[in-house]
């Protein structure tokens, strides 16, 4: 596919979700912005407005209602991180299987990812903490691909700072770290200085959100909201640590009977996993969507 086609396409794909620009806010992100609003004032989340979400997601809604107090904000920013992952796909692609797999890929998502094919036209699912999850784990994986040729060692940093900031929207991407690290075996880069790079750089974002809290003396209230409280409330919602299990053992194929992005990408690792016997630098990709 020539770039003119390519890029016709993919302005074709973010044109269409235009329309969501006049849509309100979802129950999660007016949540969001009111924490980000609260920030602008000078407060603190946890202390002054609760949410259980870990604090990017609300500094990052204090970011965009700084810039722009609309309500159209929360759709913008969710179509120009849509362009951004686009992007990074393309280049990742590029740097992995040539120019026609890095269009591939970032068609196909800006496509299977355009939020209003889910109920109420996605209003409930734009700008969530996933959206910007998804722009720093690719941002991090690219850079980990592009390490395997020239300077390794800024580029294994600055995957870790993106990695880090991603857990700093959720806990539980921390996992990417792992799969990083399995990618950067699978293309034999992983080295004692590639683990201190990724460490280095992975502590920057948690640790100056920490600092910023426990300036303020508030870890306690940080800590409370969105470790004490998601644990029960995880221990209310599975039945136990079998249940745990079955529900990560059953998730993907039941999140893939829904949704066309989880399929095609589960297909794929398939593949990967199969092809992976010749060839490890394959098990990279499916490292990165087994930590998804």
Same mark, same amino acid.
């Given at each position: 596919?020539?770039?003119?086609?390519?890029?016709?396409?993919?302005?074709?794909?973010?044109?269409?979700?235009?329309?969501?620009?006049?849509?309100?806010?979802?129950?999660?992100?007016?949540?969001?912005?009111?924490?980000?609003?609260?920030?602008?004032?000078g407060e603190l989340?946890?202390?002054?407005?609760?949410?259980?979400?870990?604090?990017?997601?609300?500094?990052?809604?204090?970011?965009?209602?700084a810039a722009w107090p609309s309500e159209a904000v929360i759709?913008?920013?969710?179509? $120009?991180? !849509?362009?951004?992952?686009?992007?990074? +796909?393309? =280049?990742?692609? &590029? *740097?992995?299987?040539g120019q026609g797999a890095g269009q591939a890929a970032a068609l196909l998502f800006l496509f299977l990812s355009d939020p209003s094919f889910w109920r109420l036209g996605g209003v409930a699912v734009?700008?969530?903490?996933?959206?910007?999850?998804?722009?720093?784990?690719?941002?991090?994986?690219?850079?980990?691909?592009?390490?395997?040729?020239?300077?390794a060692g800024w580029k294994h940093l600055l995957a870790g700072v993106l990695l880090g900031a991603a857990f700093a929207f959720k806990y539980n991407t921390v996992v990417y770290l792992a799969a990083a690290l399995v990618a950067l075996w699978a293309w034999g880069k992983l080295t004692r200085g590639s683990v201190v790079a990724l460490g280095a750089g992975f $502590?920057? !974002?948690?640790?100056?959100?920490?600092? +910023?809290? =426990?300036?303020? &003396? *508030?870890l306690r209230d940080l800590y409370a909201a969105t470790i004490?409280?998601?644990?029960?409330?995880?221990?209310?919602?599975?039945?136990?640590?079998?249940?745990?299990?079955?529900y990560l053992g059953t998730f993907p194929v039941r999140h893939a009977r829904v949704d066309s992005l989880w399929l095609l990408g589960g297909a794929g690792c398939a593949v990967l996993l199969v092809a992976s016997f010749w060839k490890r630098e394959r098990l990279a990709g499916p490292a990165w969507v087994a930590a998804a």
């Open positions: 596919m020539n770039n003119r086609l390519f890029l016709a396409l993919a302005c074709v794909l973010l044109i269409v979700r235009l329309p969501s620009l006049v849509q309100p806010m979802g129950a999660d992100q007016g949540l969001y912005a009111y924490v980000g609003d609260r920030i602008l004032a989340p946890y202390r002054h407005a609760w949410d259980q979400k870990p604090p990017a997601i609300h500094y990052t809604y204090a970011a965009l209602r759709p913008l920013a969710d179509l $120009a991180t !849509a362009a951004l992952v686009a992007a990074l +796909l393309h =280049a990742l692609g &590029g *740097a992995l299987a734009r700008a969530q903490c996933e959206t910007f999850i998804a722009a720093l784990i690719t941002g991090a994986f690219l850079l980990l691909a592009l390490s395997r040729t020239g300077p $502590a920057v !974002a948690p640790g100056a959100l920490l600092g +910023l809290f =426990a300036v303020r &003396g *508030a004490t409280y998601n644990v029960q409330y995880s221990g209310e919602t599975y039945g136990g640590f079998l249940h745990a299990l079955t």
